[in-house]
């Protein structure tokens, strides 16, 4: 490919779209076909730079160069670019992380404008990948990566899950509401946090009259995470007096989603 020229280049910043935050997409290996489908002619350019927003902000991650071709309509009047993902760049892809400060709502910059504002940051030892289990405090998943997690089985995060009983947090992160709950016995969280991954609700009253109330599609605003773990063979009662001494932590009978 030899070296990008600037003004050949579209810089793409990969945002959350108000449906789908485009990491999870990226970690679910479906992310170049994801920015495929554009509602404007976004990319008419010669190559695309990728981009996905990281936390904390300014933050990116890089996810590849692709040349692009000529856009083809669709029929629900978007377009479709046939991006190809260009070898010389794909060790770095996933790995590299850059510091960009986005100069405003736009997500696609020509790059001779701000190619000299791009700073990296990180060059990780591997691709990031959801498949590392980060430990039990460090859990925190959006409901597209719990999806993916329980879809694909994989198997760090199923044995590290399913080998621990405990008291986890459920956030709604549009309202801001946490539900408190907890999972004993064998299966442990994997087995119940499976069933939130299916319904949704996990069969919580309380959770599923939100999504009965604001859409079942709400259910994506969802971010699971660990309190507190116990071994598998810990009595429920004990870890019921546990879940409740948190409910009364995170005043989440009062101002949450616990009905008791």
Request: hydrophobic content about 35%; charged content about 25%; proline content about 3%.
């Amino acid at each position: 490919m030899g070296e990008l020229v600037a003004t050949e280049c579209k810089i793409h910043l990969a945002t959350h779209n108000g449906v789908e935050d485009p990491l999870d997409v990226y970690l679910s290996g479906a992310f170049n076909k994801w920015q495929r489908h554009q509602t404007r002619r976004n990319f008419e350019r010669k190559f695309v730079i990728s981009l996905i927003a990281l936390r904390p902000s300014n933050s990116w991650l890089f996810a590849g160069v692709h040349s692009s071709g000529p856009v083809v309509s669709r029929e629900d009047d978007t377009f479709h670019y046939p991006l190809v993902e260009k070898d010389e760049c794909k060790e770095l892809n996933g790995r590299l992380i850059v510091h960009f400060k986005r100069p405003s709502r736009q997500a696609y910059l020509n790059a001779e404008q701000w190619a000299d504002s791009l700073r990296v940051t990180e060059l990780r030892p591997s691709r990031l990948t959801i498949a590392q289990f980060p430990g039990f405090k460090l859990v925190h998943l959006t409901k597209n990566q719990l999806d993916l997690i329980v879809r694909e089985q994989l198997p760090e995060w199923r044995s590290a899950l399913s080998s621990v009983a405990g008291v986890y947090l459920i956030t709604d992160s549009e309202t801001g509401k946490k539900y408190v709950g907890s999972a004993t016995g064998q299966g442990g969280i994997w087995n119940r946090w499976c069933a939130y991954s299916s319904t949704g609700h996990g069969g919580n009253v309380e959770i599923k009259q939100m999504m009965e109330d604001l859409g079942s599609d709400h259910a994506r605003n969802l971010r699971y995470s660990i309190l507190e773990i116990a071994d598998t063979h810990a009595s429920s009662s004990e870890v019921l007096q546990r879940e409740s001494h948190w409910k009364d932590v995170l005043l989440t009978r009062k101002h949450g989603l616990n009905a008791n």
